[in-house]
């Protein structure tokens, strides 16, 4: 109860940042837009976004600027929390900041795969230069992941996953990522254990335990549906922290053929996110509701501040979609299609 007490101030920040975030009937309003200066001034009438939007017009925007903006405006929301937290609520806020940091990775990945290194340029923010474990710059002007993974073999925070990265046969963006996650979940549940108060630590391992679970069904359903990979390989994926979903049905998810993988992964407390054709937009739409319930359930606790955090990137994942789906012309019903609603 005592840290509860002391993330209250914390849980009233965090209510009030909420209050300003996009409602329904907002991207009800933004689907119907048949033009992107049209969606940005409209979005611009909300505090966050307007210095973020700032510019933008028809023409020359495009995914990687609008990713850039809102990556922008997700370091000051990250900012404005992490200069208001204590220390212990800091520690909490590391673990957000260590995925954002491998979330950066993978958009460099990803643009060296497409040979596009030139179009990106360093955030000049300050805060982010501070606390970023990696120069932007130098790992853009990687010509390769290969090389990627030496630049990474450098910093002192990174040599494990360097080691990791190394040690796999493939260095394509697909192994890259998935590397990535399982460095990170890996280095999180290492780290539970010294979360000492007794109910924060239950509310973080709903937190932690949910994204794990969802995060092993989902590499085991691509691998088996869309890369035909051997189980060998599947395992040395999987993160060994297991929550609803126990260590014996994931090896027999593992195992299973494809159809027969069908039926039981629809058996588990998951199901439903499996029960249609879009599982990873299934995955995103289930986690946004626990994100928003586990915030409800326990507003004052530090895991409260991390589920804010995820919600407002979803927000940004929104708006990318909403924008590009106008640039493109689809229909409202076709952009619908996309939104984690």
């Known amino acids: 109860m005592g840290t509860m007490i002391k993330h209250a101030a914390m849980g009233t920040k965090i209510r009030s940042m909420q209050g300003k975030m996009l409602e329904l009937s907002d991207y009800d309003r933004l689907l119907k837009m048949s033009s992107v200066s049209s969606a940005a001034n409209y979005l611009k009438e909300f505090e966050s976004l307007n210095l973020m939007l700032a510019g933008i017009n028809d023409k020359e925007t495009h995914r990687g600027d609008l990713e850039k903006r809102l990556g922008t ?69 990687s010509q390769s992941i290969r090389e990627l993974t030496d630049y990474l073999s450098g910093i002192k925070c990174f040599k494990v996953l360097s080691s990791m990265l190394k040690a796999k046969q493939k260095s394509d963006v697909f192994t890259f990522e998935m590397t990535l ?39 085991i359903y691509r691998c088996k549906m869309n890369f035909d990979t051997d189980n060998d390989t599947i395992f040395s994926y999987i993160i060994p922290f297991y929550y609803k979903i126990g260590k014996k049905t994931v090896a027999s998810l ?44 326990y507003p004052y606790s530090a895991t409260a501040i991390l589920c804010y955090l995820q919600l407002k990137r979803i927000e940004a994942g929104n708006i990318i979609s909403i924008i590009e789906s106008i640039r493109y012309s689809l229909t409202e019903d076709e952009t619908r299609k996309f939104l984690v609603l």
Request: net charge positive.
């Open 254 to 297: 593992v195992n299973a053929k494809k159809e027969e993988f069908c039926t039981l992964v629809k058996d588990t407390c998951y199901g439903k996110v499996f029960a249609s054709g879009d599982f990873e937009h299934e995955i995103r739409v289930y986690l946004k509701s626990f994100y928003k319930k586990l915030k409800s359930n």
């Open 181 to 219: 996650d399982v460095f990170f979940y890996n280095l999180v549940s290492k780290s539970v254990k010294h979360i000492s108060d007794k109910t924060e630590k239950e509310i973080f391992l709903k937190y932690f335990g949910t994204n794990v679970d969802l995060l092993n069904l989902k590499w």
């Open 73 to 141: 405006q997700m370091i000051l929301e990250f900012k404005k929390l992490y200069n208001f937290a204590d220390a212990s609520t800091k520690k909490f806020l590391s673990i957000y900041f260590m995925q954002f940091e491998l979330g950066l990775l993978k958009r460099v990945a990803r643009a060296i795969n497409a040979g596009e290194q030139d179009k990106h340029t360093e955030n000049s923010d300050e805060f982010l230069k501070k606390h970023l474990h990696f120069d932007l710059n130098e790992a853009y002007n």
